[in-house]
């Protein structure tokens, strides 16, 4: 049993499952950066829960030759780098509208704020033009498709 690093194991389940669970795609971006990061983190504790273990140290040795030639591992560790050190990351987005009404579709729009539509879908702007100016993601009852372009093709968030 490895407990530790099990638990982070378990993290990471987490995040994956809540990334199918989501609202905007904002909420799906959070979940998305987290999960990388939690991935990640595994391999740390691994190292640390075994670290004086040579048959670990050897057994880990040749992990890291094989992850090193792995697409998607490169893909990991470059993704994990640019949320890190610029952001979330740099999936793209495609938002279809089916049916949108104007603004009987759009619910809760705080009061001095305007409503934008964009790739990643319908937010409020509030605050524009100062420093608290904000995007929010917007509740609707319209029908609205979002796609996200990965490394792998589309997938339908919400």
């Given at each position: 049993?490895?407990?530790?690093?099990?638990?982070?194991?378990?993290?990471?389940?987490?995040?994956?499952?809540?990334?199918?669970?989501?609202?905007?795609?904002?909420?799906?971006?959070?979940?998305?950066?987290?999960?990388v990061?939690?991935?990640?983190?595994?391999t740390?504790v691994l190292?640390?829960?075994?670290?004086?273990?040579?048959?670990?140290?050897?057994?880990?040795?040749?992990?890291?030759?094989?992850?090193?030639?792995?697409?998607?591992?490169?893909?990991?560790?470059?993704?994990?780098?640019k949320?890190?050190?610029?952001?979330?990351?740099?999936?793209?987005?495609?938002?279809?509208?089916?049916h949108?009404?104007?603004?009987?579709?759009?619910?809760?729009?705080?009061?001095?704020s305007?409503?934008?539509?964009?790739?990643?879908?319908?937010f409020h702007?509030?605050?524009k033009?100062?420093?608290?100016?904000?995007?929010i993601?917007?509740?609707?009852?319209?029908?609205?498709?979002?796609?996200?372009a990965?490394?792998?093709?589309?997938?339908?968030?919400?």
């Amino acid at each position: 049993m490895i407990p530790r690093a099990k638990n982070n194991l378990h993290e990471c389940e987490h995040h994956l499952r809540e990334m199918s669970n989501f609202a905007n795609t904002e909420e799906f971006e959070i979940h998305f950066a987290a999960f990388v990061n939690s991935a990640r983190n595994v391999t740390f504790v691994l190292q640390k829960e075994f670290r004086s273990n040579e048959l670990f140290d050897k057994w880990y040795k040749d992990k890291q030759d094989e992850m090193s030639q792995d697409e998607l591992c490169k893909r990991f560790v470059d993704l994990r780098n640019k949320i890190d050190k610029e952001g979330v990351n740099d999936m793209e987005y495609s938002t279809h509208i089916e049916h949108l009404t104007f603004p009987k579709d759009i619910l809760g729009q705080p009061a001095n704020s305007a409503t934008i539509f964009n790739a990643k879908g319908v937010f409020h702007l509030v605050g524009k033009g100062t420093p608290k100016e904000d995007r929010i993601p917007a509740k609707t009852t319209g029908q609205l498709t979002t796609l996200c372009a990965n490394m792998t093709g589309t997938l339908p968030l919400c």
